[in-house]
């Protein structure tokens, strides 16, 4: 994780060529919301994905930049005060509360399509052949856009003013979270020339993996950081958001996440793959981690 980490800071540094004549504010603004740290667990699955099939790391941590650009794009945007009206996101004030809203609103912007650029310029530089190059573009833009994350958050906002029944819930997590895990899953496929029956575990371990993930979110928001708390179990928890521990509990949320992570397992052990090892330490990460 941190070696991906590292690799992409890097890049980060050089995503925006030196040449462009743009705003300085700008370019202050989007690079501090994108150097501000996270788990990086969306460029992590792009690497493992390539790298589960031999594919080019180079291609895939600029791969990797781009949906990280996406997703802090849409962090930026969700902490805005018309949205989630955060102050603080990892650790430090959110990106209005530094550079003012319309600053924040323009940054989360120019993350967005710059992602774009990103992947069409590993075509342009002979890193990628052309086509996998467009079906990443159309990848991103159908995970990321309306029938994808936009769309889960826009039904998530819904949700809060009216009743969430668990087929809504569900929504919501493919949409909102799972969407984009999946996308980095196939994306990082796409990057080293998968087949079809390749993408399509890839696909099915990122649905799996993007719902445990989601779910473990939901179960960490509940009871805090459990090394610190102790177990907690449902009768101690207050539930104030309808969310998978709201419908199940928390314990049978817990054997959930479990279970998706093993059946997501299952999806790339079967597949083919050169080397799924790392993939398979993701979906372990994903059930055990606390934070
Ligand atoms: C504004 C279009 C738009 C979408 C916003 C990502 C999102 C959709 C909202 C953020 C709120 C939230 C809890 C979403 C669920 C997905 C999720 C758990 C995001 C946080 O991802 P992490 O934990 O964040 O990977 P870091 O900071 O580690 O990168």
């Known amino acids: 994780m941190k070696k991906v980490a590292s690799d992409l800071e890097s890049y980060f540094d050089v995503a925006f060529p030196a040449e462009w004549d743009m705003p300085p504010a700008l370019l202050e603004s989007m690079k501090y919301s994108l150097d501000a740290g996270g788990k990086r667990l969306r460029p992590l699955l792009v690497v493992a994905a390539c790298e589960s099939l031999g594919g080019n790391r180079a291609a895939a941590i ?45 940054a989360g912007d120019g993350l967005l399509t710059h992602a774009f650029y990103v992947v069409a310029s590993l075509a342009k530089e002979g890193l990628l052949p052309p086509d996998a190059a467009i079906a990443i573009v159309s990848d991103l833009a159908e995970y990321a856009g309306p029938r994808g994350m936009v769309g889960g958050q826009v039904a998530d906002m819904e949700g809060e003013q009216g009743t969430t029944d ?36 890839l696909r099915t371990f990122g649905k799996g993996v993007g719902l445990a993930f989601q779910i473990q979110d939901d179960i960490l ?11 907690k179990t449902q009768s101690d928890v207050k539930m104030e958001k309808v969310t998978y521990p709201y419908f199940l509990g928390i314990d049978k949320s817990r054997e ?8 997501a397992k299952s999806a790339v052990s079967g597949a083919g793959l050169e080397s799924a090892e790392m993939l398979l330490a993701i979906a372990d990460y994903l059930v055990e981690r606390d934070r």
């Not at 997703?71 to 018309?82: G, N, W």
């Not at 895990?181 to 998968?194: H, K, N, P």
């Not at 509940?222 to 610190?228: N, T």
């Not at 959930?256 to 059946?263: I, P």
């Open 62 to 106: 600029r791969v990797a930049a781009a949906v990280e650009m996406v997703h802090t794009y849409s962090l930026v945007h969700d902490d805005l005060p018309a949205m989630d009206d955060d102050d603080l996101r990892r650790g430090k004030p959110t990106n209005h509360k530094v550079f003012g809203e319309a600053m924040a609103i323009l």
């Open 166 to 201: 668990f087929e809504r819930l569900e929504y919501i997590h493919l949409h909102k979270t799972s969407d984009l895990i999946m996308f980095s899953l196939i994306a990082g496929g796409r990057t080293a020339g998968a087949s079809a029956k390749q993408l399509e575990a």
């Open 221 to 231: 928001d509940l009871v805090g950081d459990e090394s610190k708390l102790g177990k």
């Open 256 to 263: 959930e996440v479990r279970r998706l992570s093993e059946e």
